[in-house]
C-alpha cells in the first residue's frame, strides 16, 4: 500500500513539475516546478530503496534485513546538486530582474530568440 | 604498470578540480591566473600523453578509493578518453589565452578549471550516477559562464539555459534510478551484461530517458533552440568552450551509454536516425536565416552534432568510429570560428549582427584568410581536415547502409556553403564603420591561428587519425 501510495505521489508531483514549467512565465514559479520535479525524483529514488520489512540501513546483526543504502545515497547528492541549481537559478533570476526589471519570461525581448 | 598509472584517471579529474580553489584564491589576490591554469592544462596533456601508449594495448581501470564496482565507482582511462580529452585540453587552452588578465578573466578562468575537471570526469567515469554529478559540474560551470558576460543578454541567456539544462539532469537522474531498480547496477560494463536480463518496458524506458537527457544536452531535434539562445547571450570564448569542450564530453558520454546498450542501440536505431536526420536539415536551414553570427554558428553546430549521431546510430564499428572523428574535428573547428569572432569586438562594435560585423584593419588580410580556412572546413572542402572528417562520415553511413543519411550529409555542407559565403562576402567586402571610439588592436589573434593550423596540418593525417578512432572504438565495444 506504502509503496502504491508513494508510486502515485511521485508520477503526480512529476506531472505537476513538467505542467508548471510548460505553463508558467514566472521565473520563480519555473525554479518551484524544478523542485517539485525533483522532489519527485528524489521519492523515486527512495521508493527504490523500500522494502516493508527492513529497517534502516545501520547494521545491529549481521542478520538484519535493511533496506537498500545506495538510493539513499544517490538522494543524498541529488538533494546538494538540486539545492545548488536552485541558488544559481535564483541569482540568476535577480540579476533578470535587475537589467530587465521583469521576472515573467514572456515580457523578455529576447526570450524566443 | 606502476602505481601513478594505476591512479591515472583519478588524477585526470583531481588536478583540474585542485587547480579550481587554486586559481580562485589567485585571482582574489590580484595575481595572474593563466599561468597557473595553463601549468595545470599541460600536466594534464603530459600525464594523457605517458598514459596513452598503456591505453593502447589495454585501457586503465581505477576503482576509486579501492571500491570495486559495483559498490565503489570505476574510472576508465582508453583511447576514447585519450582523443577526447586531447582536443578539449586544447580548447580549454585556447580559452585561457584568448583572455586578458583582467578580474573578469581571472575569475572567468576558475569556472572554465571547473568545467575542465567535470568535462575530465563526463569523458572517463564508469558509473552512471557518478556521470550525473558530473553533468551538473560540467553544467553548473556552463551556466555561471554563460552568465558571465554580465550584461542584460548572458542573464537571460543563462536563465534558459539552466531550465532546459536541469530539465535534461532530471531526465537523465530519472533513468538512471530506474536502470538501478530494474539491473541493480550502475556501473556502465555491468549493465551491459544485466540490461538483457532486466524486465523490458521499465528497463528500456530509462535507458531512454538518460539518452534522451544527453541528446537534449547536446542540442538536439526537438530541444535544439536553447542551444543557439545561449550561445549568442555568451561570450565568443564561452561559446567556443560550449560547443567545443561541452558537446565532445558529452557525446563521448552517449557512445559509452550506446555501446553498454547494444539492444536497446539496434531498437532505437529508427528513432535516433530521424533526430538526427532533423537536426541535420533543421540546424542547417535555421542556420541560413539567422540574423547573427553567433547563432548561425550554434545552429551549424546542431547540424555537425546530427552528423555524429546518425553515424553512431548506424551501428557499424568503422561509422562510429567516423562520427567520433567527426565530432572531434568540428569542435576545433567550432571553438576556431568563435574565438576568431573575438576579433570583431576590436573595431569597437559589440554587436554580433551579420551586417555590422567586421575584421579590424590591422591584419585584416590574415583575420579573412583564418576564416576562409575554417569555413572550408566546416562545409567540407578539401584540403582541411573537416573535409577528410565529412568525407569518412559519408562514406561510412553509406557503407553501413544508410544511404539517406549519407545524402543528407553531403548535401548539408551545400547549404553550409550558401551561409558561410553570405558572412564571408560580408568580411571581405564591407569597409570598417566610423565608430567613436574603437577598441584595442587584437592581441591574442595567435589562439585562431593555433586552431586553424591545426586543421591544416592534421589534414595530412587524416587516415592515421581515422585508424586512432576505429582502435577507439573497437576497445570500447570490447570493455563493454
Known amino acids: 500500500m506504502i509503496v502504491l501510495t508513494i508510486g502515485i505521489t511521485c508520477i503526480a508531483l512529476t506531472g505537476i513539475g513538467i505542467y508548471g514549467l510548460l505553463r508558467r512565465t514566472h521565473m520563480i514559479r519555473m525554479v518551484l516546478c524544478f523542485n517539485i520535479l525533483e522532489a519527485a525524483a528524489l521519492l523515486g529514488l527512495v521508493l527504490i530503496a523500500y522494502s516493508p520489512d527492513a529497517r534502516s540501513p545501520i547494521l545491529r546483526a549481521a542478520t538484519d534485513a535493511h533496506v537498500l543504502p545506495l538510493p539513499h545515497a544517490l538522494a543524498l547528492t541529488a538533494i546538494v546538486i538540486g539545492a545548488s541549481l536552485t541558488a544559481l537559478m535564483l541569482t540568476l533570476i535577480v540579476r533578470v530582474h535587475r537589467s530587465h526589471g521583469t521576472v515573467l519570461v514572456d515580457k523578455l525581448k529576447d526570450w524566443r530568440g | ?480
Not at chain 2, 593502447?56 to 576508465?76: K, N
Request: proline residues 4%; glycine residues 10%; hydrophobic residues 55%.
Open chain 2, 1 to 480: 604498470m606502476n602505481g601513478l598509472f594505476t591512479e591515472l584517471p583519478v588524477l585526470l579529474i583531481v588536478i583540474p578540480l585542485a587547480g579550481v580553489p587554486v586559481l580562485y584564491f589567485t585571482a582574489r589576490r590580484g595575481l595572474g591566473t593563466a599561468l597557473p591554469a595553463l601549468a595545470v592544462i599541460l600536466f594534464v596533456v603530459i600525464l594523457l600523453s605517458s598514459g596513452a601508449r598503456d591505453a593502447m594495448h589495454t585501457p586503465v581501470v581505477t576503482a576509486a578509493g579501492g571500491w570495486q564496482p559495483d559498490l565503489g565507482i570505476g574510472l576508465q582511462f582508453d583511447l576514447l578518453a585519450v582523443a577526447a580529452m586531447l582536443v578539449t585540453s586544447l580548447i580549454v587552452a585556447q580559452a585561457i589565452l584568448s583572455h586578458d588578465e583582467t578580474s573578469g578573466a581571472q575569475h572567468f578562468r576558475t569556472l572554465l578549471m571547473l568545467l575542465y575537471a567535470g568535462s575530465n570526469g563526463l569523458m572517463l567515469t564508469q558509473d552512471l550516477f557518478n556521470a550525473y554529478v558530473f553533468i551538473e559540474i560540467t553544467s553548473i560551470a556552463s551556466y555561471a559562464l554563460v552568465a558571465g558576460k554580465q550584461d542584460r543578454g548572458g542573464f537571460e541567456s543563462a536563465f534558459k539555459y539552466v531550465v532546459m539544462g536541469s530539465f535534461a539532469g532530471l531526465l537523465v537522474l530519472w533513468g538512471i534510478a530506474g536502470l538501478y531498480l530494474t539491473t541493480g547496477t550502475l556501473d556502465i560494463q555491468s549493465l551491459a551484461s544485466r540490461f538483457e536480463a532486466a524486465p523490458g518496458a521499465v528497463a528500456s524506458l530509462s535507458a531512454a530517458a538518460v539518452i534522451a537527457g544527453l541528446l537534449i544536452k547536446l542540442g538536439q531535434v526537438p530541444f535544439h533552440a536553447w542551444k543557439a539562445d545561449s550561445l549568442s547571450g555568451a561570450s565568443y570564448t564561452v561559446s567556443a568552450l560550449l560547443s567545443g569542450v561541452t558537446t565532445t564530453a558529452f557525446f563521448v558520454l552517449l557512445l559509452r551509454v550506446l555501446s553498454a546498450l547494444p539492444s536497446l542501440t539496434v531498437s532505437l536505431a529508427p528513432i535516433l536516425t530521424t533526430i538526427a536526420g532533423l537536426s541535420i536539415i533543421t540546424g542547417h536551414l535555421m542556420a541560413l536565416r539567422q540574423p547573427r553570427y553567433s547563432r548561425l554558428l550554434a545552429y551549424s553546430s546542431v547540424a555537425h552534432v546530427g552528423y555524429g549521431l546518425l553515424a553512431v546510430s548506424s551501428g557499424a564499428v568503422t561509422a562510429i568510429a567516423a562520427g567520433l572523428f567527426h565530432i572531434l574535428v568540428h569542435a576545433i573547428m567550432k571553438s576556431g570560428l568563435f574565438f576568431l569572432g573575438r576579433s570583431f569586438l576590436h573595431t569597437g562594435n559589440r554587436s554580433d549582427r551579420l551586417e555590422a560585423i567586421v575584421f579590424p584593419e590591422q591584419h585584416r588580410t590574415l583575420h579573412v584568410t583564418l576564416y576562409v580556412l575554417l569555413a572550408m572546413s566546416m562545409i567540407g572542402i578539401p584540403p582541411v581536415l573537416g573535409f577528410t572528417s565529412k568525407w569518412y562520415a559519408v562514406l561510412e553511413t553509406a557503407r553501413a547502409g544508410y544511404d539517406t543519411g549519407a545524402a543528407l550529409i553531403a548535401l548539408g555542407g551545400a547549404v553550409a556553403l550558401v551561409y558561410y559565403l553570405r558572412v564571408g562576402l560580408q568580411l571581405v567586402h564591407r569597409g570598417l564603420p566610423e565608430l567613436s571610439s574603437p577598441g584595442p588592436a587584437s592581441k591574442r589573434l595567435p589562439v585562431p591561428i593555433a586552431g586553424t593550423a591545426l586543421i591544416l596540418l592534421l589534414a595530412a593525417f587524416s587516415d592515421r587519425l581515422l585508424g586512432f578512432c576505429v582502435l577507439a572504438v573497437v576497445q570500447l565495444m570490447e570493455t563493454v
